[in-house]
């Protein structure tokens, strides 16, 4: 649902109107039109909360560093650039979900509840995959730049 800040502050869960066919509008509650600066600064706004929030962003932030760098001091063909950036983006954005659906399972029920417990397992999951294969990218790309000077035949 498109809300707008007053909406999510006031808690108001019937924000957004929906048309007869069940579909969005870019309507809040009290009939204004949302813009799209609006709507983008809602996004960022979201982005921070995601980062702030979530210790494992440093991480995953200390990671994507160390590859750009490794990058450019090995000088990567654009389309491998495209890859990194590629899997650096699928990482950050599966993180971001995985703290959305933290975030909202908090909201939703503070005690401990199984099904929300497995639905944050399936989401951590997520980032494991994204990350896992986001390695063997970077493994597949960084080794053959890697091997010669790690193993330099006199």
Same mark, same amino acid.
């Given at each position: 649902?498109? @809300?707008?800040?007053?909406?999510? /502050?006031?808690? =108001? +869960? /019937?924000?957004?109107?929906?048309?007869?066919?069940?579909? /969005?509008? =870019?309507?809040?509650?009290?009939?204004? +039109?949302?813009?799209?600066?609006?709507?983008?600064?809602? $996004?960022?706004?979201?982005?921070?909360?995601?980062?702030?929030?979530?210790?494992?962003?440093? &991480?995953?932030?200390?990671? !994507? $560093?160390?590859?750009?760098?490794?990058?450019?001091? @090995?000088?990567? $063909?654009?389309?491998?650039? *495209?890859?990194?950036?590629? *899997?650096?983006?699928?990482?950050?954005v !599966?993180?971001?979900?995985?703290?959305?659906?933290?975030?909202?399972? +908090?909201?939703?029920?503070?005690?401990?509840?199984?099904?929300?417990?497995?639905? @944050?397992? &399936?989401?951590?999951g997520?980032?494991?995959?994204?990350?896992?294969?986001?390695? &063997?990218?970077?493994?597949? &790309?960084?080794?053959?730049?890697?091997?010669?000077?790690?193993?330099?035949?006199?």
């Amino acid at each position: 649902m498109d @809300l707008t800040p007053h909406d999510r /502050q006031a808690g =108001d +869960k /019937q924000a957004g109107d929906r048309s007869t066919d069940g579909a /969005q509008s =870019d309507h809040t509650q009290t009939g204004h +039109k949302r813009t799209w600066v609006s709507k983008f600064a809602d $996004a960022f706004r979201g982005v921070w909360h995601g980062v702030a929030g979530e210790s494992s962003f440093l &991480i995953h932030g200390l990671a !994507a $560093a160390v590859v750009v760098t490794f990058a450019g001091a @090995l000088r990567v $063909a654009p389309g491998e650039w *495209c890859l990194l950036a590629l *899997c650096i983006t699928g990482v950050l954005v !599966a993180e971001l979900f995985n703290s959305a659906l933290e975030s909202m399972a +908090k909201a939703v029920d503070e005690h401990h509840n199984p099904a929300l417990g497995s639905a @944050l397992d &399936i989401a951590s999951g997520a980032v494991l995959v994204a990350a896992g294969g986001a390695v &063997i990218v970077g493994v597949v &790309i960084f080794v053959p730049y890697l091997w010669p000077l790690l193993f330099r035949v006199a």
